[in-house]
Nanobody, 118 residues
Framework: QVQLVESGGGLVQSGGSLRLSCAASGGVFSSKTMGWYRQAPGKQRELVATITSGGHTNYADSVKGRFTISRDNAKNTVYLQMNRLKPEDMAVYYC????????????WGQGTQVTVSS
């Protein structure tokens, strides 16, 4: 059974930094694209960043230059380093993978709350 477990969320002041982690188990991590999405209250879930098995990254325009996604295949973990956080970054952040469990579908973590105070 595939599990994606996020950690690292919390409360931070505007301009501060947080690093989110997502530990994957039960799937084939190294060969799959991983990513982060976020959902703010009353809004749709949106893509934040993705990273392919080869390390190619993609970012939402709103986070380019501030957030960095990375992965450690030896630890089956994907990270999201978030710098210069803004109040509009406040959301529940979800770890995501396409097909990590062997079925071609979305896989999601339970989410971690990021709160940014102004």
């Amino acid at each position: 059974q595939v599990q994606l477990v996020e950690s690292g969320g919390g409360l931070v002041q505007s301009g501060g930094s947080l690093r989110l982690s997502c530990a994957a188990s039960g799937g084939v991590f190294s060969s799959k694209t991983m990513g982060w999405y976020r959902q703010a209250p009353g809004k749709q879930r949106e893509l934040v960043a993705t990273i392919t098995s080869g390390g190619h990254t993609n970012y939402a325009d709103s986070v380019k230059g501030r957030f960095t996604i990375s992965r450690d295949n030896a630890k089956n973990t994907v990270y999201l380093q978030m710098n210069r956080l803004k109040p509009e970054d406040m959301a529940v952040y979800y770890c995501w993978s396409w097909g990590i469990g062997g079925v071609l579908r979305d896989y999601w973590g339970q989410g971690t709350q990021v709160t940014v105070s102004s």
